[in-house]
């Protein structure tokens, strides 16, 4: 096969041709509302894809635009037509990443390896990051990410990161199981998720408590792993396989009635685990029973009774995680539990479903476009007056921590996520 | 094919002043090479102006130096209208939307020609106002768009279309001056009226800085109801029963069983598949009225043969209604992938003709077609479903729009209700308008854009030029 035929193979060039062009998507899309330009809109970069698949414009033609691309997938809800973005940004995101893994030096190569190979998946490591992240908010950072060879991409974003990254909790936690004081409603595997669990190790554990406490037994396994997602984003797909793999395998062991997480990002990659397979592999059918037990944390307790005891007198907003909304379909529970809180005012802000910018590891990567997109976002959020910002993915928390600080509102407005504020009306800590 | 000079971009640098709107990647120009139709036409250059002194700039320059401009809104035009066909410089006017005024006294509002649609009829909601003209493309495309495409929808069967609701406009000419035709009144008849003139020209005789809409009450309330029908042509008597009963429903839309049978098989919503035709009627106005004309509504359908009435008890139930044709775009292409829509309209008598006519083209071209569409004003929608990667269909589909074409003009009908000419159907404008009445058109064209600057390639048929419908 010659280079363009491969191409024509390897990109969702059939997905591509799906899109009639209609723009319907184009009011959904964060990088278009942002840039303004049709270049990085959803029906803008499907055209690329397949220009490129038809070796109209060059591969480098194509990496801007799609760099760019937050991958929250609101586009896809928006689509009359049903078309498949996911599948074409993560064709693109491959085939680019071959490319440039071609291209690049060893030096950057030996970096990846130990983000993705070694650092995310381990929580030990991340723990020491954590820790370290403590530290380095006293040290000057400058230094600190020059040393770690990070200096092209670090350095603003490190100073503006630095000043929201919560105090990070590296005590360890005992792998146990929780029963609820009656006859258990659902058997529970809780996923913990690695960043998060190093981040926000408290939202996890008042998740397994609001969890008993509505009813479940739940359990914490010792054999589960990263999710994998911030690979298979980054173009990273084998070692996002072995990960999920690991995952199916793990939890299979056990009769759970679900898997549950708190984390937009993590559970959108693992109800879509099946989609990494071939349809006649055999992992196929065995990663498709695992993604439908797979749920959000929201989708569960929606279904239960949450024994409420205080009363909290607040006006708040609610921003849906991306993933959480547009690819695990889950919409309506986190507003419904929101107001079933004794006492609060829930106010939406205009184009709550667009997206915050956050996106993975884009804010760090993109800092700029991500704080472009940000402000939009504030500028919204802030018309409200809202005395609290709910979120329901540690991404988005902490870049709602960074628009709440960029914007000069610390004492104003907190961004929680929806378990925190859950949790606290339950009195549960 | 003109090229654009350094010294050329060096003058257009001093009019927007901004480089961020000055476009010229390669991912950028083959981002405004294409619209809703098909064709990609790569231009050498893309301008974002937000402002007439801008544009008047732009204008100017293209006219010495002799190059084409082809104004874009949204691009979802259906018909090629923003397609650079001849290279030059697409003026993307998406992000000049600063300007959107209601003005409750005069019942008007004044809007910049990157607004979208859906948010001015938003906005006069707030002040109890409508803007009635409802593409379903409002919530995506601009009203500079509809402006030059004289755009209509369902609701175009009571209130009219776009032209009915424009009173004013500001326009650069070809030339590059500015003119104000009409003003802020209803009634002007102040010399030629240009603002009709210009609504619907497709951007081929000025460009649209600014309009002036005319805006009505917002009615009380809407009643819906479905109505299925066993034989295609008891629909189309219903209708014509309906409308000569002294009732005039807001939207009146049709679906053939072909419609019906791709929503079921795509998303079940328990519609019955052997019907011939369903039709969804809404009434607006007060409640009581429509609550009466909806029992004439219901026994006249029945008297002409309608198999059942369903009449939706309360908005939400209306919805679940109208759901069956929201979901006949996404349902039909899954059956192929492309959609060639067209928007031929025969007069309302000629409704059950022309669906006869439509069998017999998807008949002897073998062709997926399906029947959708603003039954009350003879507006339908022949969709073809194809697969553009297949060529040989692709050719049956071009012969079948010929003919829907022929069939739509031989019934006393037209070319396109609402899509516009662009480059899809100029090659038919001679047959409906014969050779004199385009070349009067010609003429006014040569008149107001001497240089041919104004998107060029459109609208008018290049010699020898034929329906093309793949994208190359
Ligand atoms: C799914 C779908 C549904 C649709 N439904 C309908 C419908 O129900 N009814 C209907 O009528 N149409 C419909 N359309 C067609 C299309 O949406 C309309 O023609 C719309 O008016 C185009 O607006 P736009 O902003 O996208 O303009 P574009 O497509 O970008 O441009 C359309 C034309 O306007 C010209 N133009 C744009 N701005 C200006 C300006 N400021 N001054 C001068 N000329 C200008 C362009 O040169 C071009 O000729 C539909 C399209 C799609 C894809
Ligand atoms: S995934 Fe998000 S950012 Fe990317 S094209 Fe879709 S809507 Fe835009
Ligand atoms: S809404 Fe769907 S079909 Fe329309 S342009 Fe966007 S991706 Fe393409």
Redesign the pocket.
């Known amino acids: 096969m010659d280079k363009q035929t491969i191409l024509l193979d390897k990109l969702a060039y059939n997905e591509t041709v799906n899109c009639v062009q209609?723009?319907?998507c184009l009011p959904s899309c964060p990088t278009y509302a942002t840039f303004g330009k049709e270049t990085h809109s959803p029906r803008g970069r499907i055209n690329l894809v397949k220009m490129a698949a038809e070796g109209r414009i060059s591969l480098d033609d194509l990496a801007g635009p799609m760099d760019v691309c937050l991958g929250c997938r609101a586009c896809e809800p928006a689509c009359?037509t049903n078309v498949q973005y996911g599948k074409i940004l993560e064709s693109a995101i491959d085939v680019l990443t071959e490319q440039r893994r071609r291209k690049q030096s060893l030096k950057e190569k030996a970096m990846k390896k130990l983000i993705f190979d070694y650092m995310i998946p381990n929580k030990n490591v991340l723990h020491f990051i954590g820790s370290g992240l403590q530290l380095y908010q006293t040290l000057k950072i400058d230094d600190f990410s020059r040393k770690i060879g990070f200096t092209n991409i670090l350095p603003e974003p490190m100073r503006q990161f630095e000043k929201i990254t919560p105090k990070v909790n590296v005590k360890k936690r005992k792998h146990s199981a929780i029963q609820p004081d009656t006859s258990p409603r659902f058997r529970i595997g809780f996923f913990v998720g690695c960043i998060m669990d190093t981040f926000f190790k408290r939202i996890n554990d008042l998740s397994m408590k609001l969890l008993a406490a509505a009813g479940c037994e739940v359990v914490l396994i010792a054999e589960q792993t990263c999710c994998g997602a911030l690979h298979h984003h980054s173009g990273e797909k084998e070692k996002a396989i072995s990960l999920a793999k690991h995952n199916i395998e793990a939890f299979e062991k056990y009769q759970f009635d679900y898997v549950v997480n708190s984390i937009g990002g993590c559970g959108a990659a693992m109800v879509e685990y099946h989609l990494l397979f071939d349809e006649a592999d055999r992992w196929y059918p065995r990663a498709e029973l695992f993604s439908d037990k797979c749920k959000d944390i929201s989708f569960i307790l929606d279904q239960l009774e949450l024994p409420f005891k205080m009363e909290i007198q607040k006006t708040v907003t609610y921003q849906p995680s991306c993933h959480l909304k547009n690819v695990q379909k889950v919409e309506k529970e986190p507003v419904r539990l929101i107001e079933k809180i004794p006492g609060i005012s829930y106010i939406p802000h205009k184009n709550m479903n667009m997206c915050c910018g956050s996106a993975g590891i884009y804010n760090i990567v993109h800092f700029e476009e991500s704080m472009e997109i940000l402000n939009l976002k504030m500028e919204n959020i802030s018309k409200i007056k809202p005395e609290i910002i709910i979120t329901t993915n540690p991404g988005c928390h902490l870049q709602m921590l960074l628009g709440v600080e960029r914007e000069g509102l610390r004492d104003e407005i907190r961004a929680v996520h929806l378990v925190e504020l859950l949790a606290e009306a339950c009195d549960i800590s | 094919m003109a090229t654009i000079t350094e010294e050329c971009l060096r003058n257009i640098e001093a009019i927007i002043v901004n480089k961020k709107r000055i476009l010229q990647r390669r991912e950028d120009l083959f981002s405004y090479s294409f619209?809703?139709s098909f064709g990609t036409h790569l231009p050498e250059l893309v301008l974002q102006p937000i402002s007439t002194d801008e544009v008047v700039g732009v204008v100017k320059l293209a006219n010495l130096y002799k190059i084409p401009l082809?104004?874009?809104?949204?691009?979802?035009?259906?018909s090629g209208?923003?397609l650079p066909v001849n290279g030059g410089i697409v003026l993307d006017?998406s992000l000049w939307k600063d300007k959107l005024i209601i003005d409750p006294d005069d019942s008007i509002a004044v809007v910049s020609?990157g607004v979208l649609t859906a948010d001015i009829n938003a906005k006069a909601n707030e002040f109890g106002f409508m803007y009635p003209p409802d593409?379903?493309?409002a919530h995506?495309?601009?009203i500079?768009?509809?402006?030059?495409?004289n755009?209509?929808?369902p609701r175009g069967l009571k209130y009219g279309v776009t032209k009915d609701y424009v009173i004013g406009l500001e326009v650069v000419t070809p030339e590059g001056e500015i003119i104000r035709t009409g003003g802020r009144t209803i009634k002007n008849v102040t010399g030629y009226d240009l603002t009709k003139l210009i609504v619907g020209s497709?951007?081929t005789l000025?460009?649209?800085?600014e309009a002036i809409l005319k805006l009505i009450p917002k009615p009380i309330a809407t009643k819906t109801a479905l109505v299925l029908f066993d034989d295609l042509v008891d629909s189309g008597h219903a209708i014509s029963r309906i409308l000569s009963s002294g009732i005039l429903p807001s939207k009146m839309e049709i679906m053939d069983q072909a419609c019906i049978i791709a929503v079921e098989e795509y998303k079940p919503l328990g519609l019955p598949t052997d019907v011939e035709a369903i039709l969804l009627i809404e009434l607006d106005g007060h409640p009581y009225s429509i609550e009466e004309e909806m029992k004439k509504v219901k026994s006249t359908c029945l008297a002409v043969g309608a198999r059942e009435v369903i009449v939706a008890e309360n908005d939400e139930e209306a919805n679940e209604l109208w759901k069956a044709r929201k979901l006949v775009?996404p349902a039909i292409v899954k059956i192929k992938p492309t959609k060639i829509s067209e928007d031929a309209t025969v007069p309302r008598s000629k409704i059950p003709d022309m669906f006869k006519k439509l069998k017999e083209i998807k008949e002897t071209h073998d062709i997926n077609l399906v029947v959708f569409g603003h039954a009350g004003d003879g507006n339908l929608h022949p969709n073809i479903i194809a697969d553009q990667r297949d060529t040989e269909e692709m050719k049956r589909v071009e012969l079948a729009v010929e003919e829907i074409f022929k069939a739509a003009i031989e019934l006393g009908g037209t070319l396109s209700g609402?899509?516009?000419i662009?480059i899809m159907k100029s090659p038919f404008m001679e047959m409906e308008l014969g050779t004199k009445g385009l070349e009067m058109m010609k003429r006014i064209k040569m008149a107001w854009d001497p240089n041919n600057i104004l998107?060029p390639g459109?609208v008018f048929p290049e010699p020898g030029q034929r329906l093309v419908l793949h994208n190359g």
Request: glycine share 26%.
């Open positions: 209609c723009g319907y009359p | 619209d809703a082809y104004p874009r809104g949204r691009g979802t035009s259906l209208g923003p006017f020609p593409p379903s493309s995506v495309s601009t500079g768009g509809n402006l030059a495409e755009s209509g929808g497709e951007g000025g460009i649209i800085t775009s609402e899509h516009g662009g998107n459109k």
